[in-house]
């Protein structure tokens, strides 16, 4: 039932924009999850934070791909400043996994897929170019892990404040918070 | 006044419709920032307590069978405190939330904080404490539906409130702005006329200047026409000049050579013409002479009542043959001025009066002028000046068409040089003038000192000139024409003069050498053979005697270039004709000064 369907809020912090290029964070398990398509997705260890599900090439449980947070770790990684809808703070440091990376490593092959968070909000994904723009997962929020409360684990988060076009009503709503499932059509 | 009116309207609509502007504008942004977010909060928060007590049921009853049951309602907790917690964004003070959605969110604050504690891993609860939070959480969220319902019936109203606001805005938006529109045309109009009859304007001026070069062209034309005419009398006066100066010299000295009455009396006729002719001379020299700009003005203090008296005597005779009065009223003051150039403007209007006059009389006065000094006047009871000729009558050759037709006809330059004279002094000229009435010329100029004629009267005496001569003085004469080189040679020998005549700067060095002799000074005509000078000759025999002779130069130009040059020379000038006097007067002079 909720949603943050709300207009970008004015207040966005342009200056001191960086996009912080983490991407050589990964291990080995990485290189191989992320190079090679064929290779066989491993079973989560942990508890799982995210499944992607529908349309999908690659799955380890079932028909679904699951992750838990140490196989998101050791997936590339990258990181934005922007000022949020949702906080009055001038900016936060969102880092995690570029959306088009996990996309293409479960081998998705619809171009819509809906978002489903903890709290029930469902919205679907449609007309954003991943490729263009480093929509992220975020897991952490100014060097913090996110929790429950603080809207994680795993937030769909959009780089405002260096993509200006990005803010409007639509994008807002696309940003799921406490997101756990995605389903691909 | 109408354009001004307009502008008004024009300005006071403009100054609505930007207002209105303001208030649509406004009233959009409160229609848009109004309820959405609020809105978003409570459903986010209704579902979430739901959820909550919900999964606070469900483990109480999973827990009956399974005691180690997973304990899921603490992850609804944790999002039930992340959505309440948005609070700052969701219900910012410019959002104007409802008081109600205010307490609720301080309600549920204290419900997840007092709960807290219980959702610790090890927390034991007991079946009423999980009762007691879900129908807490349960309460929770009945009221946000509550609020909900308000905020929704609210909103609804708000909405009709700005749609019939939107509505009345519109409305006045439409009238101002169409009123605004036919000012604004209205003006245009009125502006585009007015342009119109500007360009028109212009345009007629156009034509105008046009009009105005075109006659200022003529009048330069007629300019250079009167330029022509002047070089022409300047080159006719000085041919007609040199004969008549000879003539002049010749018949002062025939006079001792008459003996009978009867040659006395056609000399002095003669001698009368003469004068005349030299008169009429002067008066076109005088305007040569003011065209080259030469005359050098010498003011002295003098005795009106001196020159009203030779101006009587010089014009009596004419008075009594046209059978006028003549009346000279004396005054006994005296006049700050150049005594020959004023001599001249009154002698031109006394003779101009009596010219003009069939009958009746001419008056000279004079008298103190009302705000200071004197106040010369000429008037006659002639035939007046009409309006349209005053102007006309101080231009050069003009003469009045007159029925009169003096007899004694002039040059018609005796006004003009009058004009242009007291230009010169700074005498203030005016006429009065009726038509059959007479004329009536008031000068005013300013007073002299009578103390300083008196004591110039005293030490000048009888300065007339029959007893004077120059005993033994040498004075040469280089002149080309022989009649005047002999009348000046017989003049000055007459006055015991010794003379050498030469017709050229050559023949008078060679006259010079002949004879041994050094002249006292030198009599020079400024034109002379062969584009020579009297200048020249004067530099010559200076040269040659190696002495600084006295010299003096004589001549008939009256072509304003010629006067000028011969000025330039630094010699001193005598115009001819010469009068004896005035000859004699300039060598007693130069001889003084010699010695």
Known sequence: MDSPFLPGRVRRRIAQRIVLLLALLHGPGAESLADDATAVLPPPEGPVLLVIRGAIARTNVDDEARFDRAMLHRLPRTGFETATPWSTAPSHTFEGVRLSVLLDLVGASGTRFEAIGADDYAITFEGVDLERYPVILADTQDGMPLTLRRLGPLRIMFPFDDYPELLNQGNDALSVWQLEVMEIR | MFIALTSV???????????????????RLVLQADGVYEFNYIQQNDHNFDEFALALDEWREARRDDPDAPRDFRQRFDIVWSALSLSETQLGPSLRPLPETRALQADGEAFLAKNEPLMEPDAELDDEDLKRMADEARTLSRRVYQIGLTLYLRKGILRDD???????????????????????????????????????????????????ATALEELTDGDIERRKQNRFIATASH???QPLHALGLNLVTLRGHVDTPLGESILENASRSTESLNHLLGSVLDVSRLDAEVIEVKRAD??????????????????????????????????????????????????NALRYTEAGSVLLEAERGTRGGVLVTVADTGQGIPEREREAVFAEY??????????????????SIVHRLARLLDIQLEVQSSVGRGTRFELLLPEGDMGVVERRRSCANSSAFDGVHFDGL????????????????????????????????DEALAAIVDEELVPDLIVADYRLRDDRT???AIRAVREEVNENVPAMIVTGDTSPARLREASASGFRLLNKPVVPEELFDAIGDLADRGT
């Open chain 2, 162 to 212: 700005v749609a019939a606001r939107m509505d009345r805005l519109t409305r006045a938006f439409w009238f101002f702005g169409t009123t605004l529109l036919l000012a604004g045309l209205t003006l245009y109009g009125l502006l585009t006329r007015a342009y119109r009859r500007a360009s028109a304007l212009v345009d007629q001026s156009n034509v105008t200047q046009a009009q105005l």
């Open chain 2, 9 to 27: 309207a024009a300005v006071v609509c403009s100054a609505v419709v930007v207002y209105l502007m303001v208030q649509i504008n406004r009233t």
């Open chain 2, 398 to 415: 003009y003469q009045m068409d007159t029925t009169v037709g003096a007899r004694t006809q002039g040059l018609g330059l005796g006004l």
């Open chain 2, 239 to 241: 041919d007609l000049r």
């Open chain 2, 534 to 536: 009297g200048a020249d």
């Open chain 2, 474 to 505: 040498k004075v040469l004469v280089i002149d080309d024409d022989r009649d005047i080189r002999d009348g000046t040679l017989r003049l000055l020998e007459q006055r015991a003069c010794r003379v050498i005549a030469a017709d050229s700067a």
């Open chain 2, 302 to 351: 003098l005795a009106l009542d001196e020159m009203f008296e030779q101006l009587h005597h010089t014009w009596q005779p004419e008075a009594n043959d046209r059978k006028l009065a003549f009346d000279v009223h004396l005054s006994g003051l005296a006049v700050n001025t150049d005594p020959v150039l004023f001599g001249r403007i009154l002698g031109n209007l006394v003779s």
